[in-house]
């Protein structure tokens, strides 16, 4: 079947067409993007803006109109941390119902950290052990860690790189002062959550995942994106470290100008940057592997896995009542059942979970 899926973040509102079937890989058909960054839209009382709600309503509608268009059966529609922490989040999602008929799911952090681990580790398979798992978005930063497809310990802080943005780094180049005190500020958020991995053991391998990973690592010479997806690509630690002064002492438009960079997260680069660095320093990685599988990757196969358990139980349940039946019929009586006969199993009010 061909899906969609409509992820509202923090920098972007993304659709991703897939053709996508259970027990089959997503093969992405078709991608289209639409910048609205709304973690830097919020006002001083941290709501999203008339304006801003306005913007965001269009897009919507544009994507759903796109995705009508390539043919997919079903959109899932899901919104992350830029619309979960806004003092109008519920205005915001009835509008955005009311104009469109898209009701946004409001992923948790938690959520945006375990759908993005179950992608990463169907990406690299179980023999990639017991995982450690980083991704920067714009308004904030998952880690997940653990042996299964869902994660033994995640955790979301708010330390993405639009929001740090934003909020610490008004200058182009921003002053060394500003940097300065927002690594400090980054290095000690991550701190207070390490303990709770490093009981944990440590992992067999770490793993970076979204734009602004793929980026850094892109400058720090990973193969382009036009190279495919299959093609292995690494971020050292000691190379981030060479490129994080560089980075603070670039103007946006240099950043925009760099290999891989583009000029709509040129200005977030530094922040996303600083929280890389911290991350892999305190959790005592060396390199991260980039993965190309992510959270929307996440919510598809979440959505397979659940037609998958309820095609199962359809057919657990037809072979009880058949025997039933058959039973029933050999001692005289017709077999009958009760009124949930042959009803489908219940929709899955909640694919996130």
């Given at each position: 079947?061909?899906?969609?899926?409509?992820?509202?973040?923090?920098?972007?509102?993304?659709?991703?067409?897939?053709?996508?079937?259970?027990?089959?890989?997503?093969?992405?058909?078709?991608?289209?993007?639409?910048?609205?960054?709304?973690?830097?839209?919020?006002?001083?009382?941290?709501?999203?803006?008339?304006?801003?709600?306005?913007?965001?309503?269009?897009?919507?509608?544009?994507?759903?109109?796109?995705?009508?268009?390539?043919?997919?059966?079903?959109?899932?529609?899901?919104?992350?941390?830029?619309?979960?922490?806004?003092?109008?989040?519920?205005?915001?999602?009835?509008?955005?119902?009311?104009?469109?008929?898209?009701?946004?799911?409001?992923?948790s952090g938690e959520d945006e950290s375990r759908l993005t681990f179950l992608a990463v580790r169907r990406w690299f398979g179980w023999s990639a052990g017991r995982l450690l798992v980083l991704d920067i978005g714009g308004g904030s930063l998952e880690v997940g860690y653990g042996m299964d497809e869902y994660p033994d310990a995640a955790v979301s802080l708010p330390l993405?790189?639009?929001?740090?943005?934003?909020?610490?780094?008004?200058?182009?180049?921003?002053?060394?002062?500003?940097?300065?005190?927002?690594?400090?500020?980054?290095?000690?958020?991550?701190?207070?959550?390490?303990?709770?991995?490093?009981?944990?053991?440590?992992?067999?391998?770490?793993?970076?995942?979204?734009?602004?990973?793929?980026?850094?690592?892109?400058?720090?010479?990973?193969?382009?994106?036009?190279?495919?997806?299959?093609?292995?690509?690494?971020?050292?630690?000691?190379?981030?470290?060479?490129?994080?002064?560089?980075?603070?002492?670039?103007?946006?438009?240099?950043?925009?100008?760099?290999?891989?960079?583009?000029?709509?997260?040129?200005?977030?680069?530094?922040?996303?940057?600083?929280?890389?660095?911290?991350?892999?320093?305190?959790?005592?990685?060396?390199?991260?592997?980039?993965?190309?599988?992510?959270?929307?990757?996440?919510?598809?196969?979440?959505?397979?896995?659940?037609?998958?358990?309820?095609?199962?139980?359809?057919?657990?349940?037809?072979?009880?009542?058949?025997?039933?039946?058959?039973?029933?019929?050999?001692?005289?009586?017709?077999?009958?059942?009760?009124?949930?006969?042959?009803?489908?199993?219940?929709?899955?009010?909640?694919?996130?979970?």
């Amino acid at each position: 079947m061909r899906l969609g899926v409509l992820d509202v973040g923090s920098n972007t509102v993304h659709l991703l067409v897939v053709d996508a079937h259970p027990g089959a890989r997503p093969l992405p058909a078709y991608s289209h993007k639409a910048e609205l960054r709304l973690a830097e839209l919020l006002d001083e009382h941290g709501a999203i803006g008339p304006g801003g709600v306005d913007r965001l309503v269009a897009t919507v509608a544009d994507a759903l109109r796109v995705a009508e268009d390539k043919g997919a059966e079903d959109v899932l529609s899901f919104a992350t941390s830029a619309v979960r922490e806004a003092a109008n989040v519920e205005s915001v999602l009835a509008r955005v119902a009311q104009e469109t008929g898209v009701r946004l799911t409001v992923l948790s952090g938690e959520d945006e950290s375990r759908l993005t681990f179950l992608a990463v580790r169907r990406w690299f398979g179980w023999s990639a052990g017991r995982l450690l798992v980083l991704d920067i978005g714009g308004g904030s930063l998952e880690v997940g860690y653990g042996m299964d497809e869902y994660p033994d310990a995640a955790v979301s802080l708010p330390l993405g790189a639009g929001r740090l943005t934003s909020g610490r780094l008004p200058g182009d180049p921003p002053s060394a002062a500003d940097v300065r005190s927002l690594r400090r500020d980054v290095r000690a958020e991550i701190a207070r959550t390490v303990a709770e991995f490093a009981r944990l053991g440590p992992p067999d391998l770490a793993v970076g995942t979204s734009k602004t990973f793929k980026q850094l690592a892109r400058i720090a010479g990973a193969a382009r994106s036009a190279d495919g997806l299959y093609v292995q690509r690494t971020l050292r630690r000691g190379s981030l470290e060479e490129w994080v002064p560089r980075l603070a002492e670039m103007t946006g438009q240099q950043r925009a100008a760099l290999p891989g960079v583009s000029e709509g997260r040129a200005r977030q680069l530094l922040a996303g940057a600083l929280v890389a660095e911290g991350a892999m320093d305190l959790f005592g990685v060396e390199e991260l592997d980039i993965c190309p599988w992510a959270l929307r990757e996440g919510v598809i196969l979440r959505k397979l896995d659940l037609m998958v358990n309820d095609v199962a139980r359809g057919v657990r349940s037809d072979v009880v009542h058949g025997a039933a039946g058959a039973a029933g019929n050999a001692a005289g009586g017709n077999g009958a059942s009760g009124p949930e006969d042959g009803e489908p199993p219940a929709a899955v009010a909640r694919w996130g979970r």
